[in-house]
């Protein structure tokens, strides 16, 4: 199947701090979909990306599909402590139709 | 509007038993996926259905697990013969229409198998 890189693995902030992570493919994507995940809880849709270059806000997160198509940016501003969590990126290939890869996660801790 | 629904949320077998797994989708939604994840990992795909069709299952093991979704009543998720390495979280998702056409995938909180 598809590998999805996501970085970094974790992360350890100030409250207050920004926080920038990503996530690559080896193959060109035609979606991209960021998720927060807390424990014992499904993942939660944050943003949805669908054209190359895009730049879409939903509140302090801001991310974008990158240009090649092969990536993808998760910006979070102004971080507060219910930032913690674990942040996944989901990528669908535009030549298979039906899956959506996910990356391992970037785990995200805000010190108060 | 109530969101995708999984049960039971915790669920202990002995290996050998077998484990049913139910979600039911957001409403108005007729498209399901069911993912595996394992602990400190991403979601591993299994396999996508609609109502009383399997779509894709790529990413389902040949042997032992299978999945319905029903004309009527829940997607299950069926694992026969269970043994300690199916002990993951399992997450249904559910959309619209097929993913293809720009949509998104919504989560349930997912099911905890542990097997003993």
């Known amino acids: 199947g598809q590998q999805l890189n996501q970085s970094p693995q974790s992360m350890f902030i100030q409250e207050g701090e920004d926080v920038s992570m990503n996530c690559t493919s080896s193959?060109?994507?035609?979606?991209w979909l960021w998720y927060k995940q807390d424990p014992g809880e499904g993942p939660v849709l944050l943003i949805a990306l669908y054209k190359a270059g895009e730049l879409t806000s939903n509140g302090r997160l801001t991310a974008q599909f990158g240009i090649t198509r092969k990536d993808s940016f998760l910006n979070i501003s102004a971080s507060i402590p219910s930032d913690v969590g674990i942040y996944f990126c989901a990528g669908q290939p535009y030549n298979t139709g039906n899956q959506f890869y996910f990356g391992t996660g970037t785990s995200l801790t805000v010190i108060p | 509007n109530a969101g995708v629904m999984q049960n039971p949320r915790h669920l202990v077998r002995r290996r050998g038993q077998e484990a049913r797994l139910r979600c039911s989708p957001m409403?108005?939604?007729?498209?399901v996926y069911w993912y595996r994840q394992l602990p400190e990992e991403g979601l591993k795909f299994m396999v996508y259905?609609?109502?009383?069709?399997?779509?894709?299952e790529s990413g389902m093991p040949k042997e032992r697990f299978s999945a319905e979704f029903p004309k009527e009543g829940p997607s299950i998720l069926r694992i026969q013969q269970v043994v300690r390495g199916d002990s993951a979280a399992y997450f249904c998702?559910?959309?619209?229409?097929?993913?293809?056409?720009?949509?998104?995938?919504?989560f349930g909180s997912g099911t905890q198998l542990s097997v003993l």
């Open positions: 998702a559910s959309s619209p229409r097929q993913v293809a056409t720009n949509e998104k995938l919504f």
């Open positions: 259905l609609q109502k009383e069709n399997i779509i894709d």
């Open positions: 193959s060109i994507f035609n979606t």
């Open positions: 409403k108005g939604h007729s498209h």
